[in-house]
């Protein structure tokens, strides 16, 4: 691919940007721009990459271009990428919209948005699209070519359309959820079968879809879950495998493991009496010699050799597979995490050792995988790893253990402030407000139709006092346009009401 250039659009073609100077030469010109912030590590990005390209050639007015988020460093802390896959989107020379993570169908809509006409979208054709998008992304894109623009009639509904979103609430409309061939009452083979039993002898309730009745969502789980085979066994919205390895986790006693970290219900007596015999019996792993370790019943040798391994790197995970290959979705979940923080690490494939594998639980008291362990300590799972990224609590750790620069409160209300040209700090989420004002500002902000990105004070003490004092401002919620304060509830629905919010807020 060549170089992004200015002028007209790029012809269908997506183009490589090789420096900040590039790119703001391409911004100067007359064609709307689509920028896609990418990562070669990450499979989300290899797959948006695949609809972008297709939406370059339905969209030949427009210039789309690509961005090595971590090769750019210069371009992605412009516009504070944090994550990939990551688009911003320019009209006039003008940041406009942005869109972060991987749904085909709102990137669809937003380029629509940006670059679309009605003539345009209707002569595209499913497939031009992408196997990717599909159907569902050219009914979005039509749809939101029909509107002439208009983003006033855009709500979450529309951004919400999809065989993505389907499958993502249908993946976690239960906290274990089995999609299979037939259903549990009358499976249609016998890896399915397995797995039901397997479900049942652990005494947990599960939803479950039978794919045989429907090829769309059949073929759309192999893209979704990385996975191209029946059953697939999630908790909590995450991949744990297929017929195979749940029958395996079963057998080790892992999955009872998995149930339970993650706060499954247990309902069967005989799974506890179960459970405290399996307690019992991993407690007497075989000695090796050096008797047994008083600090974790764990025989010396055994104790020293997993005293040594979480020790031997700053931050290292044990988890299965390994970080190119994950086997379990929450391994996975937690690589992202890491490299998405840029937090250098080393890894244990703990399926290449039942020893460390049955001994760390022990040693860790910790009784499912991944384990993630920091300075030597550890700190826990994927669901804790995933809490304490949203908090901020992740990034403070590695600091204070001298693994990534130490980020004081000012610098991390400075990135907040501005992680979105409009950026509204409330209590709750903008789908759910938890309190009057904030809903208020939330719905004059989408009555104007215009994007923008959020923060649940509730959700992080310091930063909640930390912004009254940057700010100067002791309520909230709060307002900002590029960085700088606009205000409150009652200044806002001034401005709505005098017809100047929108002008203020794309000024």
């Known amino acids: 691919m060549g170089g992004g250039g200015g002028g007209g659009g790029g012809g269908g073609v997506v ?36 609809v972008f390209a297709h939406l370059a050639t339905d ?3 427009a210039l789309f271009l690509r961005v090595e988020a971590e090769e750019q460093p210069e371009i992605s802390e412009a516009y504070a990428v944090a994550a990939v896959p990551y688009f911003v989107f320019f009209k006039d020379g003008k940041s406009v919209d942005k869109l972060e993570g991987a749904n085909p169908s709102i990137l669809a809509n937003r380029v629509a948005k940006v670059a679309g006409s009605t003539s345009l979208v209707e002569s595209a054709s499913p497939a031009s699209l992408g196997i990717a998008a599909g159907p569902t992304v050219l009914e979005a894109v039509k749809d939101m070519a029909k509107e002439n623009n208009s983003s006033k009639n855009e709500n979450a509904n529309s951004d919400l ?20 061939k037939g259903s549990p009452e009358q499976p249609r083979c016998g890896f399915s ?44 919205g995450e991949l744990l495998g297929g017929g195979d390895i749940a029958v395996a986790m079963h057998e080790s006693g892992e999955l009872k493991d998995v149930f339970r970290d993650h706060g499954v219900p247990i309902n069967s007596k005989e799974t506890k009496v179960a459970e405290s015999a399996k307690d019992v019996s991993e407690t007497s792993i075989p000695e090796k010699g050096g008797g047994i370790s008083d600090s974790t019943g764990l025989n010396v040798e055994l ?32 690589i992202e995490i890491l490299q998405q923080e840029k937090v250098a690490f080393e890894s244990f494939d703990i399926l290449s050792d039942d020893e460390v594998r049955q001994g760390l639980k022990i040693f860790s008291n910790w009784s499912s995988y991944p384990q993630l362990y920091i300075g030597g ?6 669901d804790i790893v995933m809490e304490m990224l949203k908090s901020g609590e992740l990034k403070k750790i590695l600091a204070e253990k001298g693994i990534v620069p130490k980020v004081t409160l000012e610098d991390r209300l400075k990135n907040l402030v ?33 994007s923008f990105g959020s923060f649940d004070i509730l ?49």
């Open 303 to 334: 104790a020293s050799r997993l005293r040594t391994l979480v020790n031997s790197s700053p931050v290292i995970i044990f988890m299965k597979g390994r970080p190119e290959e994950p086997k379990c979705g929450f391994s996975h979940k937690v």
């Open 15 to 50: 183009k490589d940007v090789g420096s900040k100077a590039q790119l703001d030469e391409a911004l100067h010109g007359a064609a709307p721009v689509v920028v896609h912030f990418w990562a070669s590590w990450c499979e989300a990005s290899k797959q948006m990459d695949q």
């Open 193 to 236: 079968r397995k797995v039901v039993e397997i479900l049942k002898d652990e005494g947990v309730e599960f939803g479950s879809f039978d794919i045989l009745t429907d090829n769309e969502v059949r073929e759309g789980m192999k893209k979704f879950s990385n996975w191209p085979t029946f059953p697939q066994l999630f908790c909590k």
């Open 377 to 382: 300590e550890l700190i826990g799972g994927s």
């Open 418 to 450: 501005t992680s979105s040209p409009v950026m509204l700090f409330m209590k709750g989420t903008p789908d759910a407000p938890r309190c009057g004002f904030s809903s208020k500002v939330v719905n004059a902000l989408q009555d104007e139709g215009i």
């Open 59 to 61: 969209f030949p007015q």
């Open 161 to 180: 359309s999809g065989l993505t979103t389907r499958l993502w609430q249908l993946v976690n409309s239960h906290p274990v959820f089995l999609f299979m």
């Open 459 to 507: 959700t992080n003490e310091e930063i909640r006092q930390g912004l009254k004092t940057y700010s100067n401002w002791p309520t909230y919620p709060q307002l900002y346009y590029k960085g700088e304060l606009i205000g409150g509830c009652d200044i806002v629905l001034e401005l709505q009401n005098s017809g100047e919010l929108k002008s203020t807020l794309s000024e």
